[in-house]
């Protein structure tokens, strides 16, 4: 084919490809549906979802290598569905680790684990500290922590491949076990392998401590599935590559099988080029991705607990043997990784198998970042609670438990002012006077009730933020608004049903076009009292406008009245002759209007027995005159069934015999 025809060619496909993308974001820009972008791998749903016949047009031109094309990103709806699906995976994902974490803490009490820790250990730990001077002696725990680099410390880089004598290496990509770490430590030449896997060091670590009488405690970072959909929120190692197919198209090369050996034989490589593409992309989530594993000692001086890291001391070669400090340990992620890597759920895992949330203890970033990261419904909060309430066990807390659940409470208050606009978005201290929503008010407001200025703005405490609400709102709540209070914030009046838009046409008609009748006044909560029921008027029940009694709220249920809310109550009240008033408890909305939920009805206290003995009589002569009716029914229908199998008979026997 001549050059003229094919440059032409990838022209017209290059204007109409734009074209569609073109139109493809406008339709986009003026949805406004919730999207977010996420990666279509190719090769995957797009070949399946296109129809026979439209393959599009492959052109091929020798001695030019076709370069891949980088990984599509495509928009889709977020529904309030694929939302709740969300949540579901992430709280049952968080069970999950939370169940792993109390089982690994387990291992550490294992008697076999701790018993082989301590011969492989302790030894040396008592020739340390019986060869050390008097004068130059440390404490205890420096000699443990001291042993533990001594032993598992080596002076050259570590290279994860087999022994050469054939001796198990260490492998626990899949996982970790007691029987695997005890086979490990069993074995001079796996030992130094502990460095490259933290939870192994961290549990190990644990189970030689509670054996030689420390008090210490396995913390375990969990990282769920994130709550949003975007692939940034996502861990780098959980992420789609592009790189997935090249690796598919050579079914002769196993590369888990290489990574999970670390053999670098060189005949069963592919080449090196190709062997660093797919590198990248094959690497699986190793364990440390989705639960993180640390120690904590218990100082009796202090009476805090000391973060340590075995693992990343066994890295660091800069720390002296001789001379170890157990100073805390800062794990928290920069604020730029993704969701999933945050430290959002920290749980501290005692020796006897109670949990306790010690989250806000690392981070620095509770409530502009880390906070955001776990759901903001109280159901969701209460459910979270209530989980760790359940792993706390029923003992008593002790002295320094208490001084820690008091330092919990406090750490965020300590959190310093976010230097970017969107960290004072539901900020739990700070608030900015932009970021109210239409229900919300700063009170008091000014100056000198600030406590900071961001590029001009004010900075307020989070506890200045105070709720209004309407007159029919706070009604909802029991309440009521005081007479001669002014309303703290005026706004539009939201319409909802048909009828309420017609009363507010109605009012801006009456009153010229001022506009007046749109706005919708707000209060706080000191503008308002408890509602006071209505009382009785000359011996009668009250009824609003609409022939029915409101009680919206507990507050509203007189002392005079009883509230009887079962079916049939106001026909039996009627043939009874009692004064009642149906209840109206709530309205429902459905395509514009508002439909009034009427449950049970309001008659007098003196009136309430004799109406539900009533009631309970109705429904006994009720069921009896059903059970008449169904067994008149069904003599019927057996005397219908008869009938027609006579005359079926009878046709049979005249006309077939």
Same mark, same amino acid.
């Given at each position: 084919m001549p050059p003229e025809i094919l440059s032409k060619m990838e022209s017209d496909e290059t204007l109409s490809t734009a074209s569609k993308r073109k139109a493809e974001e406008s339709d986009d820009e003026s949805d406004e549906e919730v999207w977010e972008e996420v990666v279509a791998v190719s090769g995957s749903a797009d070949a399946e979802t296109m129809p026979p016949g439209n393959e599009g047009i492959e052109v091929t031109v020798a001695g030019i290598e076709s370069a891949k094309p980088p990984p599509r990103v495509r928009q889709v709806k977020i529904?309030? %569905?694929?939302?709740?699906?969300?949540? *579901?995976?992430?709280?049952?994902?968080?069970?999950?680790?939370?169940?792993?974490?109390?089982? =690994?803490?387990?291992?550490?009490? /294992?008697?076999?684990? @701790? *018993?082989? *820790?301590?011969?492989v250990l302790a030894p040396k730990i008592e020739k340390r500290s019986k060869s050390a001077k008097q004068s130059q002696k440390a404490t205890l725990q420096s000699n443990l922590v001291e042993t533990w680099l001594r032993?598992? &410390?080596?002076?050259?880089? !570590?290279?994860?491949?087999p022994a050469a004598?054939?001796?198990?290496?260490?492998?626990?990509?899949?996982?970790?076990?007691?029987?695997?770490?005890?086979?490990?430590?069993?074995? %001079? #030449?796996?030992?130094?392998?502990? #460095? +490259?896997?933290?939870?192994? $060091?961290?549990?190990?670590?644990?189970?030689?401590?509670?054996?030689?009488?420390? &008090?210490?405690?396995?913390?375990?970072?969990?990282?769920?599935?994130?709550?949003?959909?975007?692939?940034?929120?996502?861990?780098?190692?959980y992420r789609p590559h592009a790189s997935i197919e090249t690796m598919e198209s050579e079914k002769d090369f196993d590369f888990d099988s290489l990574v999970a050996s670390g053999s670098q034989d060189a005949e069963s490589t592919p080449p090196k080029k190709n062997k660093r593409r797919k590198l990248k992309a094959a690497v699986a989530p190793r364990e440390e991705d989705a639960l993180k594993?640390? !120690?904590?000692?218990?100082?009796?001086?202090?009476?805090?607990?000391?973060?340590?890291?075995? $693992?990343?001391?066994?890295?660091?070669?800069?720390?002296?043997?001789?001379?170890?400090?157990?100073?805390?340990?800062?794990?928290?992620?920069?604020?730029?990784?993704?969701?999933?890597?945050?430290?959002?759920?920290?749980?501290?895992?005692?020796? /006897?198998?109670?949990?306790?949330?010690?989250?806000?203890?690392?981070?620095?970033?509770?409530?502009? =970042?880390?906070?955001? !990261?776990?759901?903001?419904?109280?159901? /969701?909060?209460?459910?979270?609670?209530m989980c760790v309430w359940l792993g706390s066990g029923d003992r008593n807390a002790s002295k320094g438990e208490v001084i820690e659940d008091a330092a919990i409470k406090k750490a965020p208050e300590s959190e310093s002012m976010p230097t970017r606009l969107d960290?004072? #978005?539901?900020?739990?201290?700070?608030?900015l006077k932009r970021h109210l929503n239409q229900s919300e008010i700063i009170y008091p407001e000014g100056i000198e009730h600030s406590i900071g200025n961001f590029?001009?703005?004010? !900075?307020?405490?989070?506890? +200045?933020? &105070?709720?209004?609400?309407?007159?029919?709102?706070?009604?909802?709540?029991g309440r009521q608004i005081k007479e001669g209070e002014s309303p703290m914030k005026t706004v539009k009046a939201r319409v909802s049903t048909l009828a309420r838009k017609r009363e507010i046409e109605a009012d801006r008609i009456n009153n010229e076009g001022s506009g007046g009748a749109e706005e919708n006044g707000l209060f706080a909560e000191w503008q308002t009292e408890e509602i006071t029921p209505e009382a009785l008027a000359n011996g009668k029940i009250p009824k609003n406008r609409f022939g029915n009694f409101e009680i919206l709220h507990p507050n509203m249920l007189p002392d005079w009245g009883a509230h009887v809310n079962v079916t049939g109550a106001a026909a039996v009240a009627r043939k009874l002759k009692l004064d009642y008033v149906p209840v109206m408890t709530g309205f429902e909305h459905h395509k514009g209007r508002a439909t009034p939920v009427i449950s049970g009805v309001m008659v007098l206290k003196e009136n309430k027995l004799v109406?539900?003995?009533?009631?309970?009589?109705? @429904? &006994?002569?009720?069921?009896? #005159?059903?059970?008449?009716?169904?067994?008149?029914?069904?003599l019927q229908n057996w005397k219908k069934l008869i009938e027609k199998a006579l005359i079926v008979s009878d046709l049979n026997e005249k006309y077939l015999s």
């Open positions: 529904t309030k %569905e694929l939302r709740e699906i969300r949540l *579901a995976m992430h709280q049952t994902h968080l069970m999950l680790l939370t169940r792993a974490a109390v089982l =690994r803490n387990g291992w550490a009490n /294992d008697p076999l684990l @701790q *018993a082989t *820790a301590l011969s032993v598992f &410390r080596t002076e050259h880089s !570590v290279v994860a491949s004598d054939g001796e198990p290496f260490l492998s626990l990509e899949n996982g970790v076990s007691p029987e695997m770490i005890i086979e490990a430590i069993s074995s %001079e #030449k796996s030992r130094p392998l502990f #460095k +490259n896997h933290q939870n192994a $060091c961290a549990i190990l670590f644990a189970a030689l401590a509670r054996a030689w009488g420390f &008090r210490v405690r396995l913390v375990a970072a969990l990282f769920p599935v994130p709550l949003s959909f975007a692939n940034t929120a996502l861990a780098p190692c594993l640390w !120690v904590q000692l218990f100082s009796q001086s202090t009476d805090e607990w000391n973060n340590l890291d075995p $693992c990343a001391l066994l890295d660091d070669d800069s720390i002296d043997p001789s001379n170890v400090t157990l100073a805390p340990t800062t794990f928290e992620m920069p604020a730029s990784a993704p969701d999933q890597q945050q430290l959002a759920y920290v749980l501290a895992c005692n020796e /006897d198998g109670t949990i306790k949330d010690v989250s806000k203890m690392f981070s620095t970033r509770w409530a502009s =970042r880390i906070s955001k !990261v776990r759901p903001q419904g109280e159901a /969701d909060i209460e459910w979270w609670r960290g004072f #978005k539901n900020n739990a201290i700070y608030a590029k001009g703005e004010l !900075v307020y405490p989070r506890r +200045n933020v &105070r709720e209004v609400l309407n007159a029919i709102n706070w009604r909802k709540r109406l539900k003995e009533a009631i309970e009589e109705d @429904q &006994r002569n009720a069921q009896v #005159k059903a059970a008449q009716q169904k067994s008149k029914r069904c």
